[in-house]
């Protein structure tokens, strides 16, 4: 099993609240994803990061922000939630390879819903 | 266009059939290939790599078609645990080598 770990797992909270969505991994993976996907829709590409210090904007814009302090540590964070905040979030890892052929593993996931 | 293409399904099979599901890629420039698999309200799970020269797994054989673009995974003697979304996945390097999914074939295998 991948040692990829989200919290929290499930996460009700009002409108305009700022929100930090955690994911860390022990497996010394450079690069970490953020998705998110709907229920019964495909995952959505937010956010990447190759390595320490380097963040990327995904295929689908976010309104989140990212960092990467640390390598096993990639926060998902959205200022002021919004009810079309809510959805499920995975966080993904994966290792540096030769053409990117390296697959990757899947944190367990956060449903978030904004009231 | 979206860059991968699958058939939604569902595909309702009985125990021990053989399915195949296909998969189409648009970004001629895609360098690897997956076929993760996404139980309901799950994480997607890595299923198997998709190498040029075909690949199998057990039950599970992945094919891929450079020439004309397309992957497919054939799933022999179905198991009730098959049961799940089957997700095509396409790296290329203009996405940092991130993940473009298909949106997934549902595959449904009933007793």
């Known amino acids: 099993e991948a040692d990829i770990y989200q919290t929290p797992r499930y996460l009700v909270i009002g409108t305009g609240k700022k929100i930090t969505l955690e994911c860390s991994q022990t497996?010394?993976?450079?690069?970490m994803y953020w998705y998110q996907q709907d229920p019964g829709m495909e995952l959505h590409l937010i956010h990447y990061?190759?390595?320490?210090?380097?963040?990327e904007k995904g295929d689908l814009s976010s309104e989140s922000t990212v960092s990467r302090i640390r390598t096993e540590h990639f926060p998902l964070t959205l200022e002021s939630a919004r009810p079309s905040h809510t959805s499920q979030y995975l966080c993904?890892?994966?290792?540096?390879?030769?053409?990117?052929?390296?697959?990757?593993?899947f944190g367990d996931g956060t449903r978030l819903s904004i009231l | 266009r979206k860059e991968v293409e699958q058939d939604p399904g569902p595909f309702n099979v009985p125990e021990g059939a053989t399915v195949a599901f296909n998969c189409t890629y648009s970004?001629?420039?895609?360098?690897?290939f997956f076929w993760y698999r996404q139980d309901c309200r799950k994480e997607p799970k890595l299923l198997m790599s998709?190498?040029?020269s075909g690949n199998e797994d057990g039950r599970f054989t992945a094919q891929l078609n450079r020439a004309s673009q397309y992957i497919s995974l054939l799933i022999r003697d179905s198991k009730l645990s098959d049961s799940a979304t089957y997700l095509c996945?396409?790296?290329?390097?203009?996405?940092?080598?991130?993940?473009?999914f298909g949106k997934g074939t549902s595959l449904l295998v009933t007793p």
């Open positions: 993904a890892s994966s290792r540096r390879g030769r053409q990117g052929n390296q697959p990757q593993h």
């Open positions: 497996m010394g993976h450079d690069k």
């Open positions: 990061s190759y390595g320490v210090n380097s963040t």
């Open positions: 970004n001629s420039a895609s360098q690897s």
């Open positions: 998709v190498y040029s």
């Open positions: 996945v396409v790296t290329s390097s203009n996405s940092g080598y991130a993940l473009n």
